[in-house]
């Protein structure tokens, strides 16, 4: 669900919306009572030394864990713009497949489940330095038109896409239109809209390219070491709260590089060291420093985004942004007053915002099903439902999810169940074809784990299973069926028999249930569905 992190943030104070600036035609009265205006109710320009994070640390760090496993430490206290201050490990901001040798990032048949973006939204629009001409007189009143806003970035959960194949590598919003003459305002910049899965999570990340550079840096080679850098360099971020004095952080405070207020002026003929000489100049830029603090603040209101990530979980009418274009400039009409009758100067437009952003696909399936390689999950799947996952002999058949939709019959419930690689011991160091794959289960209802009683140990490979992801605490969080396929080897001796019977108490001790099936000759199939249906919650 979109939930809080969709909902306007209430900041530290309580501010009033921006003085908004005098439409076209402004007469010189108009305009004096805004920057009055301006002038009167000028807010407090925060200190903004210290919002840039300083850097990639290796520092070990006493941590909590938040929404989705994401790793945290809130330091003692403050920074000087009150914010508050988070390290994180590095692994919560980045992908590993951007990393190293880049091998995994290029995946087989088409699916892809982790893509690093980069965003920009539009800059405004500059204003224009304009004055209204006609045959009885060489310059007019001014009449420059304001700049157009910069376009957003926007996401879009639809259903029918299965893959983050299709996701491009940049995304860049269009600038706003310089404005224009006879009072014409720039047009808007034209927004970009990223479509995605349902099921996609987004979260806030690094420059692939500034890791790849500390780590060079750390001579730092090989998954491994990489992985377990990633986990013990961390980095600092400026967060907020959800309301005042809140310490628990929920957003991650964004900045864009945009010109400080009384800055930005836009000069016509006579340049800026010709005005900063002028009493009236200085006195006008004082109280338009003002409108460029209040346009500061709006774009710190909104320049937020959720430490824990967007989780696009349901299908969406309404795309959401996730950066907003920068606001056009003024064009010259606004600086019309009763001392100045020519202005011959506008504002630039502010600037737009770049991000990173990573996409993680978790599918939305029912059912888990969880095994080691070889176990039978495929046939397994193939045997219940219209997907047809490739089987073989080798381990490693299934290299990327597939999920298959069960039917109970006509006037029954359906359900779908995700089958992932195959999982090793050591998945958690990355072996095999390690964990990244575990997302794609971890929003299913129950967790089928398939062992084969073909092995010498099963309950070991039971055991293996449940360490891998998480511990018993964790797989006890889920509805969870045991099933023993391969149940027809050697079913007529005790051996057999027994490798079953250990499997069946570990079972009943932990609540779970357990069945023997044989998945190659169809045996026990029709219990098995029974069973599943009642693990997803559809029986």
């Known amino acids: 669900m979109l939930g809080r992190e969709t909902k306007v943030v209430i900041r530290y104070f309580a501010r009033r919306s921006i003085a908004q600036?005098?439409?076209?035609?402004?007469?010189?009265?108009?305009?004096?009572?805004?920057?009055?205006?301006?002038?009167?109710?000028?807010?407090?320009?925060?200190?903004?030394?210290?919002?840039?994070?300083?850097?990639?640390?290796?520092?070990?760090?006493?941590?909590?864990?938040?929404?989705?496993?994401l790793k945290y430490h809130v330091e003692p206290g403050q920074n000087d713009s009150g914010y508050l201050n988070v390290r994180s490990p590095l692994e919560n901001f980045v992908s590993s497949n951007y990393l190293g040798d880049g091998g995994r990032r290029v995946a087989l048949s088409n699916f892809v489940d982790v893509r690093i973006v980069r965003c920009k939204s539009g800059s405004g629009g500059n204003g224009a330095v304009s004055f209204f001409r006609d045959a009885g007189r060489a310059i007019g009143p001014p009449d420059g038109g304001d700049g157009g806003d910069g376009g957003g970035v926007y996401v879009q959960a639809v259903p029918g896409l299965t893959t983050l194949a299709k996701l491009k590598s940049t995304y860049e919003a269009h600038d706003g239109k310089n404005g224009g003459g006879v009072q014409l305002d720039g047009a808007r910049g034209r927004d970009v809209l990223i479509q995605v899965p349902v099921g996609t999570v987004v979260k806030w990340c690094m420059d692939p390219k500034v890791i790849r550079e500390y780590l060079a840096e750390k001579q730092v080679k090989g998954d491994t070491d990489i992985r377990s850098t990633l986990q013990s360099a961390t980095i600092k971020l400026p967060c907020?709260?959800?309301?005042?004095?809140?310490?628990?952080?929920?957003?991650i405070q964004l900045f864009r590089k945009s010109y400080e207020p009384g800055e930005g002026w836009i000069f016509k003929e006579k340049g800026e060291e010709y005005h900063q000489e002028k009493d009236w100049w200085q006195a006008l830029n004082k109280k338009v420093r003002h409108h460029d603090a209040e346009l500061t603040e709006m774009e710190l209101d909104q320049d937020t985004f959720p430490l824990f990530g967007l989780d696009l979980d349901k299908p969406m009418s309404t795309p959401l942004c996730l950066l907003r274009g920068g606001?056009?400039?003024?064009?010259?009409?606004?600086?019309?007053?009763?001392?100045?009758?020519?202005?011959?100067?506008?504002?630039?437009?502010?600037?737009?915002?770049?991000q990173f952003f990573m996409f993680e696909l978790k599918t939305v399936g029912d059912l888990g099903l969880v095994g080691l390689p070889n176990a039978g999950k495929s046939t397994i799947l193939n045997r219940i439902s219209a997907a047809r996952p490739r089987v073989g002999h080798w381990e490693?058949?299934?290299?990327?999810?597939?999920?298959?939709?069960?039917?109970?019959?006509?006037?029954?419930?359906?359900?779908?169940?995700?089958?992932?690689?195959?999982i090793i011991k050591g998945a958690a160091q990355?072996?095999?074809?390690?964990?990244?794959?575990?997302?794609?289960?971890?929003?299913?209802?129950?967790?089928?784990?398939?062992?084969?009683?073909?092995k010498n140990q099963p309950i070991a490979d039971l055991h293996t299973l449940i360490g891998e992801l998480g511990g018993l605490e964790k797989v006890s969080s889920k509805k969870v069926l045991v099933v023993c396929n391969k149940a027809d080897i050697d079913y007529d001796k005790p051996e057999s028999q027994l490798k079953y019977e250990r499997v069946k108490q570990f079972c009943d001790e932990n609540l779970w249930d357990c069945i023997p099936i044989s998945a190659l000759k169809a045996e026990n199939i029709e219990l098995l569905l029974d069973r599943m249906a009642m693990c997803a919650g559809k029986s």
């Open 21 to 69: 600036a005098p439409g076209n035609s402004p007469r010189a009265a108009e305009n004096e009572q805004w920057l009055h205006s301006l002038a009167e109710h000028a807010p407090s320009e925060r200190n903004r030394e210290g919002f840039v994070s300083d850097g990639i640390r290796e520092q070990r760090v006493e941590v909590q864990t938040g929404p989705g496993g």
């Open 240 to 251: 907020i709260g959800r309301y005042a004095y809140d310490r628990q952080p929920r957003f």
């Open 396 to 422: 490693f058949t299934t290299l990327a999810p597939t999920v298959g939709t069960v039917s109970l019959g006509i006037d029954k419930p359906t359900f779908t169940v995700v089958d992932i690689p195959g």
């Open 430 to 454: 990355d072996k095999g074809m390690g964990l990244e794959f575990i997302r794609h289960i971890e929003r299913s209802k129950g967790w089928v784990f398939v062992i084969s009683l073909e």
């Open 327 to 354: 606001k056009g400039g003024l064009g010259n009409m606004h600086f019309l007053t009763k001392l100045i009758r020519n202005p011959r100067f506008a504002k630039r437009g502010r600037n737009g915002l770049e």
